[in-house]
């Protein structure tokens, strides 16, 4: 691995002794944009805007940093330029057409066929051209590529993930069948049934899960992660007893293991031993979004009156008419519809049925979104005043004062049936919501309907935990409202019989340091 820290300060020497030459400056900036220090990179690139824009070296860089720092239109921009510099520049092709992908451009796939032009055995180019292409609705043209790179690389996750997903929204029972060939292929490769145990658990097959761990476990017996996952996934399965056996015989050491282990022991009804693990967790990272969430079922497990402090505060969830909801939501909604469309289930996500719009929602180019987001922004602020004053201890009072923004951002789309989401958090956000777009019609007047069909559900722990507990709140389906609250709360919606359910999720952080 290449010293990019000892670049980088012999780098900043050389533009200390000559800084008006930008040959030194750009390459201080690809030592720094390699250590992803972005926001340094950009800053000493910035002097030499005007000289640099006629320098495609420049421009690439200067792309590279802008992309870090998530200022995709600017990004988008010096790309272009070193494009027009120099119209086979290999990097600034790729970074263009991933760009163009996850802004939604209807360009995307041409600009990826552009870059393969130059660069023909690029297999992430080609992933990237099919994954164009099936944004684009030309399935059978994306499942072509994607076959055929399972061919030549049946090893390559990337790969494998997104062929999974093409056949996973093809209805296939059997979509992710191709990687046991791909173990074949490649026998002595630990990552791929490490892979296939994480995709079948994502669409809860729990049970499938360990025994495909169980078999990876016989094959590597010197590779610790098998006894693991064999461990989180049979008790996730409900085979408790066989993953105590597991644990007693692991060193658990991480935090994401001490996680599972808690889980395993929340089932199991151990709470003073979950408890033991989710503080050692929570003292070394007093953010894990995961480890609060634990906590909050624990202590509702047992009675603790700390949970009315973490989750029961007046002002921590809230439901609220979007800002502008009459001049915004429907040429919006338009929109959305257009991309679920084109959108499928997603890979590993906790949708059961429906579509997922792809990418960040809020990325897009269209003003209908850039709209849709200063709407949401301005009702966010709306639910900051009213939250209780900051607490240094609380997980998510203690960025109340903070600024804040948008992280993820997304659509789903569901149809009465059986379509749901399962419960789950977002273990990077500190807010997380559901803007209610377009909803199903009144419950049905049938005896034995259920009155909560379609309602967004807080606070009810996901269904492998094996815990009834039922849920802190509940919100019906209202269009034009967003239900805020925090991300350290389980969350999920109940299927509903008819009609169509369109929401707009996000979640919200602490402003980051961008580097």
């Known amino acids: 691995m290449k010293d990019f820290e000892k670049a980088a300060h012999q780098f900043a020497s050389a533009v200390q002794l000559a800084p008006d030459v930008l040959e ?24 030499f805007a005007r000289e640099g824009q006629n320098v495609a070296r420049y421009c690439s860089v200067r792309a590279t940093a802008e992309r870090g720092l998530h200022n995709l239109a600017e990004a988008a921009h010096w790309y272009d330029r070193c494009i027009d510099l120099e119209p086979g520049h290999p990097r600034a092709l790729h970074g263009r057409a991933r760009l163009a992908l996850e802004r939604g451009e209807p360009s995307a796939a041409s600009r ?19 994954q164009a292409l099936d944004a684009a609705g030309e399935v059978n043209a994306a499942r072509d590529i994607a076959e055929q790179l399972f061919e030549q690389a049946p090893h390559w996750l990337e790969g494998l993930q997104f062929l999974a997903q093409l056949r996973l929204a093809a209805g296939e029972a059997d979509f992710a069948s191709h990687y046991e060939t ?16 994480a995709v079948l658990a994502g669409r809860d097959r729990n049970k499938d899960a360990a025994a495909i761990a169980q078999r990876a476990r016989t094959r590597f017996p010197n590779d610790q992660q098998f006894a693991l996952l064999e461990a989180v996934y049979a008790s996730a ?8 056996t597991l644990w007693n015989s692991l060193l658990v050491e991480s935090r994401e293991d001490r996680l599972h282990l808690a889980r ?7 709470f003073d031993r979950a408890e033991i693990l989710l503080d050692s967790v929570l003292e070394e990272d007093p953010m ?14 047992t009675g603790d009156q700390r949970e009315e402090w973490l989750h029961h505060q007046q002002g921590l969830v809230a439901f609220l008419q979007l800002h502008d909801a009459d001049k915004i ?16 289930q997603p890979l590993g996500q906790s949708l059961r049925g429906g579509t997922q719009s792809r990418a960040l929602l809020f990325d897009r180019t269209e003003p209908e979104f850039s709209a849709l987001r200063g709407a949401i922004l301005s009702t966010i602020e709306e639910h900051r005043a009213a939250m209780p004053h900051r607490d240094p201890t609380h997980p998510i009072l203690r960025h109340r004062d903070t600024p804040w923004e948008i992280a993820g951002s997304w659509s789903v789309r569901l149809t009465g049936g059986g379509d749901k989401h399962a419960s789950h958090i977002h273990p990077l956000g500190m807010i997380s919501s559901a803007l209610y777009c377009e909803c199903p019609q009144a419950e049905s007047a049938a005896a034995d309907a259920d009155p909560r069909a379609g309602w967004l559900e807080l606070g009810r722990p996901p269904e492998d935990l094996g815990i009834g507990l039922e849920p802190i709140a509940a919100f019906p389906p209202r269009a034009g409202y967003l239900a805020l609250f925090p991300s350290t709360l389980y969350h999920g919606t109940r299927p509903f019989p008819d009609g169509r359910r369109m929401t707009v999720a996000f979640d919200v952080t602490p402003v980051r340091e961008a580097v």
């Open 112 to 130: 990826y066929e552009q870059a393969l032009a130059v660069t023909n055995g690029d297999p992430e180019l080609w992933l990237g051209r099919a």
């Open 264 to 270: 395993h022991r929340l089932r199991r009804s151990e």
């Open 237 to 244: 399965s409900g085979e408790v007893e066989r993953a105590e």
């Open 24 to 47: 030194f400056t750009i390459n201080y900036a690809i030592a720094l944009t390699s250590m992803e220090r972005y926001r340094d990179a950009a800053a000493a690139l910035e002097p």
């Open 182 to 197: 791909a173990m074949g292929r490649a026998p002595q490769d630990p990552a791929i049934p490490a892979e296939l145990c």
């Open 288 to 301: 894990s979004v995961s480890a609060w969430a634990l906590r909050s079922v624990l202590w509702r497990l």
């Open 329 to 344: 939501l429907p040429s919006a909604i338009a929109k959305l519809h257009q991309i679920h469309d084109a959108s499928a």
